[in-house]
């Protein structure tokens, strides 16, 4: 896995999910929780919204209120989920989620099996799976990032194979803005250093926006359209100004790595998981302070935390 050369948290992790590259659970698994039978279990605890959060090993979903310090999981998905990487949601609530099988799978707000499932090109090299990350425009269009085969795959119209594909050279992160446009955190072939390419709505060629970090990390865009570029490297989030190539503000986020993170509707509140332990780091977002851990229910230092999703979603 190439993203691992300046990442020890990524190295260490590369090897994991190679070992767990054919799918299902292991020795990892999370304790029993509550059985999800449907919308009156995912919605339970939900006024202020759901807290999601893929635990590779156990193929699991696992469910939160998304604003209560170190909350107990109010339910599961595990239909058709298989390894999950990242995870995105939309403004109707259907969640996304990036599994380790080629395939994205989509879950209307309060249900717990999937109405669609996308399918990616095939695996890339040492038999992984090609998506990493994914994300939802508000168009409706899914962005999956194959950070592998360095390919960004563009499902509109609610199709379930790629319209378009991008190509960007070990696509890891993605954000978009209130404009729909794209951003992909992508490293250069003669570097190891992580930057970020800008797509405009409906177009396929990038702009290297020259933001440089040690190590890719995740992406968002906060409601003032400010980009937040996550540096495993450096183990901070550094957040740019709209054209800028120099941070105004960093939060840093050390001893965790910004593997993947989101934003509350509110900006409130920022979400990231660190791969391992299996846990989510709450932070105030407006001061950049640790709030709190979300660890019951998650394997913490036996398991892998890949992505995390709020809905509702941030709005941009």
Avoid at 28 to 51: D, F, H, W, Y
Avoid at 63 to 76: E, F, Q
Avoid at 119 to 143: H, K, M, R
Wanted: aromatic share 8%.
């Amino acid at each position: 896995m190439r993203v691992s050369r300046s990442s020890p948290a990524v190295t260490t992790l590369f090897a994991i999910l190679t070992a767990c590259s054919g799918g299902g659970a292991s020795s990892g698994s999370v304790a029993p929780l509550p059985p999800a039978s449907g919308a009156s279990v995912l919605n339970a605890g939900s006024r202020n919204g759901n807290l999601f959060v893929s635990d590779f090993y156990a193929s699991t979903i696992v469910v939160y209120p998304a604003h209560a310090p170190n909350p107990a999981p109010v339910g599961k998905i595990t239909d058709a989920v298989s390894n999950p990487y990242n995870l995105a949601v939309d403004r109707s609530g259907t969640l996304y989620v990036q599994n380790n099988n080629n395939t994205v799978t989509e879950y209307p707000k309060g249900r717990t099996n999937p109405s669609k499932t996308l399918q990616e090109p095939p695996a890339g090299p040492g038999g992984l799976g090609t998506g990493i990350c994914v994300i939802v425009g508000n168009d409706g269009t899914v962005y999956a990032a194959d950070h592998y085969g360095s390919q960004v795959y563009e499902f509109a119209g609610g199709s379930t194979t790629p319209t378009t594909t991008l190509d960007v050279n070990e696509a890891f992160g993605l954000a978009l803005d209130r404009r729909n446009a794209l951003y992909v955190g992508w490293s250069a072939s003669s570097s190891s250093l992580g930057r970020v390419m800008k797509f405009k709505s409906g177009s396929t060629t990038g702009h290297d926006l020259g933001i440089t970090v040690q190590s890719n990390g995740g992406l968002a865009v906060d409601a003032h359209d400010n980009l937040l570029v996550g540096d495993q490297g450096a183990q901070t989030i550094d957040i740019f100004k709209r054209g800028a190539t120099k941070p105004f503000r960093t939060i840093d986020t050390a001893p965790n790595y910004p593997y993947q993170f989101t934003l509350d509707r509110a900006n409130r509140h920022l979400y990231l998981v660190s791969g391992t332990p299996a846990e989510v780091y709450v932070y105030d977002y407006a001061t950049g302070t640790l709030a709190w851990t979300v660890t019951q229910g998650l394997p913490g230092s036996s398991g892998y935390a890949m992505g995390v999703a709020v809905r509702p979603e941030a709005r941009q």
